[in-house]
């Protein structure tokens, strides 16, 4: 039987590698053998010195033949990491990992995701296998496809039991593409509750779609593409008013004509999960741009009072005159090309449908600062921009501390900042805020990475409300 292992993507892949190798060894086993039976069969006893290495061997070969046999099918251990084959599908990198995993003394909470044949006993049959191991159903949720349904479960198992266990036991029930993972205390919130959470939250802002969209449907990536790239060019093909599924990846239209793109390699969509999606982003559309109209009032250490605001397209004009106050050093550090272009992506930057844009203003109105907190797929960028005469006054790392806020709100694991070793004020802010920092440097240009790691998300949070509280009007 040859050796085969399975990739990713399900196909067989063989071990032509270990087969040479083998090869390799067996003739350079040949050639040891043959000098050292040239060796011994010259001398006096050689004849029965041979004769005993012989009947060696083959006690030895039959002794490897039997114990192969005895023990080359047994069941996988917790500690080799082996998956059954229902967990084939199991899903991301990290969930391969899962299958080992036993559940602490106090039991755990999981995701489950498995799909049966549409007949009459096919669900009480993976209830029954679950239940034999005393695995507490807590919510189930069915997607209904062409051929066979998708059920969805939210499980506690008991303590002491393994993850690899409840698999081989849903394999056994009929369940196909088994996929689990870690589940936490925000999935008890039963479905139609969840969404009518996420509907209000999209409501009250257009920036949250993305992240509505994320945890209606778990780990994905989603991009939105405007209609007309910031830089020029042409856009993304267009979708159909109803949108298009394709397995792993769904494609929305957008209300400015661009289209949101979902991806999810490691899981495909079901129907029911793209008509809620799709019912989102209808809502998003049927409301129109929006953002809080909230505002702080804060005083600066001479005494000035400056307002922070969120901004978005309507804010255009006042960010152009903003441009056009700023030195060509200035512009230049913050987009990394020519100058005259600058003007040319506020537009995407200001829009909800990419991220969140703060603002402050003087008491006459003057926009002098930017603060962008852009959504990258799966990666969240922080930008600043501040005016030349307003520099060096705290501005930046009050724009950056409110952004970083908002990007543990979201629950982002990590920020990242684009910019230049020379842009002195940037790297400070990055660096005041506390966090553990990567740099790295990409093409001469600087990426700083802020770690939004658990521990610390009360500790900014704290420090970011204290920090609003000052001189709030």
Known sequence: MSDVTRAKHGRPVHHWRRDVIELAALFTAVAVADAVANLIGHGPDGPELLLVSAAVLVVTAGFHTWWARRHGHAPPTGDTGARPRSEEQAGPSEQSREAAVTASEKGALWRMRTTVQDEPGSLAALCAALAGLRVDILSLQTHPLAEGT????????????????????????G???TWIERADAHDLVDAPTRVLGLATRTALDAAELPLALRQLLGRCTIRSLPAVPAGGGRGPDPVPVEGALEDTVMRLRAPEGGVITVERPYLPFTPTEFARARALVELDARLGPRVPRSQDVLTLPEGNDITVRRVDTGDLVAAREMHERCSARTLGMRYHGPVGDADRYLSHLLSPRFGRTIAVQTASGRVVGLGHLLWDGDETEVALLVEDTWQRRGIGTELLRRLVGMAVDAGCASVYAVTQASNTGMVAAMRGLGLPLDYQIEEGTLVITARLDAPLEEAVAERLSSAGELGKA
């Open 150 to 173: 998708v059920d969805e479960f939210l499980l506690r198992s008991p303590g002491g039991l393994a993850v690899a266990e409840i698999s081989r036991a849903v394999a056994v029930a």
């Open 175 to 177: 369940g196909a593409g």
